[in-house]
């Protein structure tokens, strides 16, 4: 289970779309616990990537770590 720190550090990397950080992420917590992530605000992380323009980079990355 992710803390807080990774949790913000994922919001943060989805935001930047820093696709190697959330691949990071994905490969060690999975791809499910992207779904429970939000920041204060209530935002996801698929908001905090499509928000940013980095659509196309979220489903990259949940593609690579489920082997498709």
């Known amino acids: 289970i992710p803390n807080d720190e990774e949790n ?4 943060l990397a989805c935001r930047y779309g820093d696709l190697d950080d959330i691949k990071q992420f994905v490969d060690k917590f999975g791809p499910d616990s992207l779904s429970e ?3 204060d605000s209530g935002n996801t992380v ?4 499509c928000a940013n323009g980095h659509a ?3 489903r990259q ?3 690579n770590a489920s082997g498709s």
Do not use: K, P
């Open 8 to 11: 913000e550090d994922v919001l």
């Open 37 to 39: 992530i939000r920041d």
């Open 46 to 49: 698929l908001h905090m990537a």
């Open 56 to 58: 196309g980079m979220h």
């Open 61 to 63: 990355s949940l593609s």
